[in-house]
C-alpha cells in the first residue's frame, strides 16, 4: 500500500495543494477527482502534436490520424466498462451530458412510456426525466427507498407491460454504497424494459462489467476518475443504438442531407458516430483514455481494497463520534467509497462546521462537501437533508481521515 500511496503522490500533484500555507486534506472525489499527471500529459500532446480536424469531415492523413487515436480511446473505455464493441461507446462531455443525449434519443414506442427511476437518482438523471413528465411526454415512476437503497419488491410492483425504461445508480453519491442492479435488471428485461445504469459513482472504484450489471446503456464521467473535465462516455448496446432515434444532431452526424417535395430531410449515420455531433474532444478522449490505462495498471481490485480499508477505517472511527452519525450500515458502506455522517450534537451546524473545516484548522484545509449533493430525490424521499460526505479516491489514507476526526471533535468541543 505504501508503494502505491508514493505513485500516486506523484500522479496527483495538486495533493500536494497548499493555501494560504495549509495542507490540503482532500475528501471530495465523489464530486471531481483530483486530476492525473499522466492524463494531463496525454490531453497537452494531443491538443499540441495532433490538433487537427478529426470526425470524417476531412480526408486528409492528419485527420486519420485523429481518427484512429479518437477510435483507440473509444476501445479502451470498451474495454475498461465491459462493453462487447468499441461501437457501442458514444463519448460525451460527462454523465449529464450522456443521460440528456440518451433520453432525448430514446425510442418510446406505443403504450410504453414510463420510466422507473430509484430514489437514489442523481439530479443529472432525475430532473431530465421530471422535465420530460411535465411536458407530458412520460410517467415518472420512484421506487421506494428501503435501508438506504431501492426496494427490489416494492420496484416489482411498478414494473408493467408499460414500462419503457429502468433508470439506476449504481452507487449513490449521498448514502454511498452500491446497488446491485443485476436482479433489477432482470425483472426489467422480463417486462420488456430498458435499463441505464448511472456509473458515475461506482466507476473510480470498482471493476466493472456493464453486461453483467444488466446495463442497455450507461453513463460516467472522466473527470471523477482523474481525467479532465468536460469528458465522458455513454454506453449503449448495438441492438439499442440502432433503435434511438437521434435527439442531439448537427455536422459529423449525417449521411445525406437532401431536398423533398415540401422541404429538405436528412438521414443520419448508424451507430456511434450519429450522436457525436459537432468537432468531438478528441484531446479529452485521449486523456480519458489515459486516465483509465493508469487505473487499469495499478488494478481495479487493487483500487477497490485500498478504498474499502479507508472506508471501514472511517466507520469504526466514527462510530464513536457523539457529534455526528454515520447513515446506513456498515456491510452497505463498505462497498462504496464514501461515508455520510449527520450531525447528531445540539447546535451542530454543516455550514459552521465547513467554515470551520476551511478556516479553522490548524495547519489544514478539508475539502469535503455538505447538503444534499444534489441528489435532492434521495434526501426527499428519504427525509434526509444535510449529508457530511467524506468521499475517498486512491489517494487518500487514514491520515486523511484522523485530520477529519480530530477536525470534528475540536469543533464539537466548541458547541458547549
Ligand atoms: C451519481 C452521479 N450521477 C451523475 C453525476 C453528474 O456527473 P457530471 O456532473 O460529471 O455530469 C454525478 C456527479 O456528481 C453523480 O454523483
Not at 414510463?114 to 438523471?125: C, D, Q, T, Y
Not at 432482470?186 to 472504484?205: I, N, S, W
Not at 463498505?334 to 445540539?346: D, E, M, Q, T
Request: glycine content about 10%; some cysteine.
Amino acid at each position: 500500500m505504501k508503494k502505491m500511496n508514493t505513485a500516486f503522490e506523484k500522479e496527483f500533484p495538486a495533493l500536494g495543494s497548499n493555501f494560504g500555507g495549509k495542507k490540503l486534506v482532500y475528501l471530495d472525489s465523489a464530486c471531481t477527482a483530483l486530476k492525473m499527471r499522466t492524463a494531463a500529459a496525454a490531453h497537452s500532446e494531443f491538443l499540441l502534436e495532433s490538433g487537427f480536424c478529426g470526425g470524417r469531415r476531412s480526408a486528409h492523413l492528419p485527420a486519420v490520424a485523429v481518427e484512429e487515436a479518437f477510435f483507440e480511446a473509444r476501445r479502451t473505455v470498451a474495454g475498461f466498462i465491459g462493453a462487447a464493441r468499441a461501437e457501442e461507446i458514444i463519448f460525451t462531455a460527462g454523465t449529464t451530458d450522456a443521460f440528456n443525449l440518451f433520453l432525448s434519443s430514446f425510442p418510446f414506442e406505443g403504450s410504453r412510456k414510463e420510466v422507473i427511476v430509484s430514489p437514489l437518482e442523481h439530479n443529472a438523471v432525475f430532473l431530465p426525466l421530471l422535465n420530460m413528465s411535465k411536458r407530458g411526454g412520460i410517467r415518472l415512476r420512484v421506487i421506494p427507498l428501503r435501508n438506504w437503497a431501492p426496494d427490489l419488491s416494492a420496484y416489482r410492483k411498478l414494473l408493467s407491460a408499460k414500462t419503457a425504461l429502468v433508470c439506476l445508480n449504481r452507487a449513490s453519491n449521498i448514502f454511498g454504497g452500491v446497488t446491485d442492479t443485476a436482479p433489477f435488471a432482470r425483472l426489467a428485461r422480463e417486462a420488456g424494459a430498458k435499463v441505464f445504469l448511472d456509473e458515475a459513482q461506482y466507476l473510480p472504484t470498482h471493476a466493472e462489467n456493464v453486461r453483467s450489471a444488466g446495463a442497455d446503456a450507461c453513463a460516467f464521467s472522466g473527470h471523477k476518475l482523474g481525467a479532465p473535465f468536460g469528458t465522458g462516455a455513454l454506453y449503449v448496446e448495438r441492438s439499442l443504438m440502432e433503435r434511438l432515434v437521434h435527439g442531439k444532431v448537427g455536422g459529423g452526424t449525417v449521411r445525406e442531407v437532401s431536398r423533398t417535395p415540401g422541404g429538405f430531410c436528412a438521414e443520419y449515420l448508424s451507430g456511434y458516430q450519429g450522436f457525436e455531433p459537432g468537432v468531438q474532444n478528441y484531446a479529452g478522449a485521449v486523456a480519458l483514455a489515459a486516465a483509465i490505462n493508469a487505473l487499469s495498471k495499478t488494478g481495479m481490485p487493487a483500487i477497490r481494497t485500498r478504498v474499502e480499508e479507508l472506508v471501514s477505517y472511517g466507520l469504526k472511527k466514527f462510530s464513536r463520534a457523539k457529534a455526528v452519525r454515520v447513515v446506513g450500515d456498515r456491510t452497505r458502506l463498505k462497498l462504496g467509497s464514501i461515508i455520510p455522517l449527520v450531525p447528531a450534537a445540539p447546535g451542530f451546524s454543516t455550514v459552521d462546521f465547513n467554515l470551520y473545516l476551511n478556516h479553522g484548522v490548524r495547519g489544514r484545509v478539508i475539502a469535503l462537501r455538505t447538503g444534499r449533493h444534489c441528489a435532492d430525490l434521495a434526501a426527499l424521499t428519504s427525509g434526509t437533508d444535510d449529508i457530511i460526505r467524506l468521499s475517498f479516491f486512491v489517494y487518500n489514507s487514514r491520515a486523511d481521515i484522523d485530520a477529519f476526526a480530530e477536525a470534528l471533535e475540536e469543533y464539537a468541543s466548541c458547541l458547549g
